[in-house]
T-cell receptor, first 113, second 113 residues
Framework: DAGVIQSPRHEVTEMGQEVTLRCKPI?????LFWYRQTMMRGLELLIY????????DSGMPEDRFSAKMPNASFSTLKIQPSEPRDSAVYFC???????????FGQGTRLTVV | GESVGLHLPTLSVQEGDNSIINCAYS??????FIWYKQESGKGPQFIID?????DKRQGQRVTVLLNKTVKHLSLQIAATQPGDSAVYFC????????????FGGGTRLMVKP
């Protein structure tokens, strides 16, 4: 398996633009997580899905952030409109069953100017 | 993606020495713990895990110790190598919290040749 695949690897956008980050989890995994990593706050869980259903989105910063998982092999994290403070590395991770290790993708480095 | 930088605690060891990285967790209800390694430009990578019904688990060159009394977790790396240089995170999961992992702030390990 190729592991968790995220795209793009790097994204530079202007403030106010819409940004869409994409993730393909490991085949067969039934949980998917979106994390954000910054120097100031470390790794923060934004939202996670079980069997394509959002379970906990309490980490989503505000209404400008939304996430979807239309099927078991694809998820998106959208920021609209983007702001400079959204600049961070966004990781997607997937796992099997309860309380098991999560496998991370390589991340998307987002820069909003 | 780059990990938390300026404010990360740093452990510097000589190649060949043993390393001990510590982590304090906050939730006494946490029952599953994982150590992750994050190299520059990459996502966190699973190293070893331990459940709360154990106090020690060994892998290849790594040992995790769990002290539930003081809510402390440690990662021991034997014969540290330059390739071990990275940021190390502990993560905890609480029963009935689904697959949600909460990450610590991380420790940067630097191995001197």
């Amino acid at each position: 398996d190729a592991g968790v695949i995220q795209s793009p690897r790097h994204e530079v956008t202007e403030m106010g633009q819409e940004v869409t980050l994409r993730c393909k989890p490991i085949s067969g995994h039934n949980s998917l997580f979106w994390y954000r990593q910054t120097m100031m706050r470390g790794l923060e869980l934004l939202i996670y899905f079980n069997n394509n259903v959002p379970i906990d989105d309490s980490g989503m910063p505000e209404d400008r952030f939304s996430a979807k998982m239309p099927n078991a092999s694809f998820s998106t994290l959208k920021i609209q409109p983007s702001e400079p403070r959204d600049s961070a590395v966004y990781f997607c991770a997937s796992s099997l069953v309860q309380a098991s290790e999560a496998f991370f993708g390589q991340g998307t480095r987002l820069t909003v100017v | 993606g780059e990990s938390v930088g300026l404010h990360l605690p740093t452990l510097s060891v000589q190649e060949g020495d043993n390393s001990i990285i510590n982590c304090a967790y906050s939730n006494s209800a946490s029952d599953y713990f994982i150590w992750y390694k994050q190299e520059s430009g990459k996502g966190p990578q699973f190293i070893i895990d331990i459940r709360s019904n154990m106090d020690k688990r060994q892998g290849q060159r790594v040992t995790v110790l769990l002290n539930k009394t003081v809510k402390h977790l440690s990662l021991q790396i034997a014969a540290t190598q330059p390739g071990d240089s990275a940021v190390y995170f502990c993560a905890e999961n609480m029963e009935n919290a689904g697959n949600m992992l909460t990450f610590g702030g991380g420790t940067r390990l630097m191995v001197k040749p």
